[in-house]
């Protein structure tokens, strides 16, 4: 965030939404992961059958990296 701010202040509502966006990222990754849908994480071996994406159907969202998530909040 640093690197997106320059070092310099910013509003405290900038930060939130960066902190908010990268929480869902990461969310998302987790979610992906369970279903063995993408995502650089893995479940142990027995927790893969926990988890069914027919009879769950979660919504998966698109993995976002922290430099699209900083450029898309320095463009709101």
Not at 6 to 32: C, G
Not at 54 to 70: A, C, F, G, R
């Amino acid at each position: 965030m640093k690197q997106f701010t320059d070092w310099k202040e910013s509003a405290i509502d900038v930060m939130i939404l960066i902190l908010y966006r990268l929480f869902h990222s990461y969310d998302t990754q987790i979610m992906r992961s369970r279903y063995n849908i993408g995502g650089e994480h893995t479940f142990c071996d027995h927790l893969t059958g926990t988890y069914n994406l027919e009879k769950d159907s979660p919504q998966l969202n698109e993995i976002k990296t922290v430099d699209q998530i900083m450029s898309d909040v320095k463009a709101t």
